[in-house]
């Protein structure tokens, strides 16, 4: 029997700061681990020179998604879930002018930005996205570390036999999961459904207080995230000139409601107060999901869905249900999509990938779009198997997806597909909720087994490097 990873929906959704997850938040937990084994081996006080090395995925695009930021603000012992996004620009204006590193908000060291951050454009064996963190001793030996940003914020060590062995070691789930099958079996024979099941997994790790706190802070960061998109104008960082386009579309939604609010839990009801003809539906749900990857561009703080890039399809699709489909909704389904959509993830990510860098961006719009679309089809009423059937089709026409980012940038096209993804999602769920789940010609676990096949015949020019597609067609001079 193939080992199972005990994967939290807490692995799945990270609280992080844009743009990307594999190129930003990974860079920026590795730094952060390799802090912590250099004070472990207690060799932290004897550092008088350091280099970051990025190669493949995170050096091709790195300076796009600000992996050189990312490493640098981690060695400096920042968090990015508590980090002020506001002073970010001044912390990495200060290195640059001062040429020296705060490590750990310790000792100082001199590190000359455009010098000691090497980019490789080669590839490493063991993963596209790979990175190694070298420092020079008093006694001028050396102590290095490679790692690897396996998609969603995972971060493995080159020497660990697989990427689960990352993950901390904890007593066994009492469902254990591998495929949609097994979670369909265990809420038949259970008679559970799938939040139940994935609750009594998460109790395993922590307390039902401790699980409904950390829901909480994920879903008040995705709706934070939507409200500042939503109320920020001007133009994205990166040098393409993108114009941001969620202030003037929740601008012209609210009409004369605007700003008739205080803060974003009284925006959230005035919008459940507005007109939604079909097209207002659609308008809003790429409203929210435009407004949330505005932000992730921005170097702002955002919920990996599975991952940055793919940051505003889940809180897009959760968004419409509590202000189009259910007025009365509150926190106990947001609880619930929170727990369905993750575990849906996770499932993915078992069986397949949720790396651009490994498998395009199939591996995370897809991917964000079938969880979202089976967390909407469970909150509507969907059975087990409707959910995985929602999950299914929505991957099913995401399959093959490339990334190619323009300028390395998680901005052309990335934002407007998670508007397409959550379009996307809320389809499916639709479909599935009025099909017969049990004469589906395609199994949740046959797509994800394709998506992976198909992930490992598609070119690497289309995989997170920005050597082909858009990235090639469009030029700055066309931005």
């Not at 620009?89 to 000359?112: C, M, R, T």
């Not at 080669?122 to 490679?146: C, I, Q, R, W």
């Not at 199939?362 to 959910?387: D, P």
């Not at 597609?469 to 001079?477: C, E, Y």
């Amino acid at each position: 029997m193939e080992k199972v990873a005990f994967i939290s929906i807490f692995d799945m959704l990270k609280i992080g700061v844009g743009p990307s997850s594999s190129h930003t938040l990974g860079p920026w937990r590795a730094a952060q681990r390799w802090i912590a084994a250099l004070k472990q081996d207690h060799v932290f006080d004897k550092i008088k020179k350091i280099q970051i090395h990025l190669y493949g995925s995170l050096s091709l695009t790195g300076k796009g998604h600000a992996t050189d930021i990312a490493a640098v603000l981690g060695l400096c012992g920042h968090d990015p879930v508590t980090i002020n996004t506001l002073t970010i620009g001044e912390k990495i204006d200060f290195i640059k002018a001062n040429s020296e590193l705060h490590l750990d908000k310790g000792i100082i060291v001199p590190f000359h930005f455009e010098e000691d951050i090497v980019f490789h454009k080669h590839f490493l064996d063991f993963h596209p996205n790979g990175m190694m963190f070298k420092a020079v001793l008093t006694d001028n030996s050396t102590y290095e570390s490679y790692f690897y940003s396996i998609g969603g914020g995972f971060v493995v060590k080159e020497e660990q036999e697989n990427e689960n062995q990352n993950l901390p070691q904890i007593k066994p789930f009492p469902f254990p999961i591998h495929y949609a099958t097994e979670l369909q079996n265990y809420c038949e024979k259970e008679q559970k459904d799938i939040a139940e099941i994935v609750l009594a997994n998460e109790r395993t790790l922590r307390s039902d207080d401790q699980i409904d706190a950390a829901l909480a802070s994920i879903w008040n960061v995705m709706l934070e995230s939507m409200y500042l998109g939503c109320h920020t104008d001007g133009k994205l960082p990166g040098g393409l000139n993108v114009s941001r386009r969620a202030a003037n579309m929740n601008k012209k939604l609210l009409a004369e409601n605007f700003e008739q609010y205080q803060n974003k839990e009284q925006w959230l009801n005035t919008i459940r107060g507005t007109e939604v003809r079909f097209r207002q539906i659609l308008q809003w749900v790429s409203c929210f999901a435009i407004s949330v990857n505005e932000v992730n561009a921005s170097l702002g703080r955002v919920v990996t869905a599975p991952t940055n890039g793919s940051s505003g399809t889940l809180p897009a699709v959760l968004m419409y249900y509590l202000c189009i489909e259910n007025h009365q909704a509150g926190f106990e389904e947001i609880k619930k999509f929170l727990l369905v959509s993750g575990e849906i993830g996770s499932l993915f990510k078992k069986g397949a990938t949720i790396s651009a860098a490994m498998g395009g961006c199939q591996a995370e719009i897809g991917v964000s779009s079938a969880m979202a679309a089976g967390a909407l089809c469970f909150l509507m009423g969907g059975s087990t198997a409707q959910v995985l059937m929602a999950s299914e089709i929505a991957m099913e026409h995401h399959l093959g997806l490339t990334c190619d980012p323009v300028a390395g940038l998680v901005q052309v096209p990335c934002i407007e597909r998670n508007a397409m993804g959550a379009i996307k999602a809320i389809n499916a769920a639709e479909i599935a909720i009025e099909s017969d789940a049990s004469k589906a010609k395609i199994s949740l676990d046959k797509v994800i087994s394709t998506m992976w096949e198909t992930a490992k015949d598609m070119s690497s020019r289309y995989k997170e490097t920005s050597k082909g597609g858009l990235a090639l067609q469009v030029m700055h001079t066309d931005c």
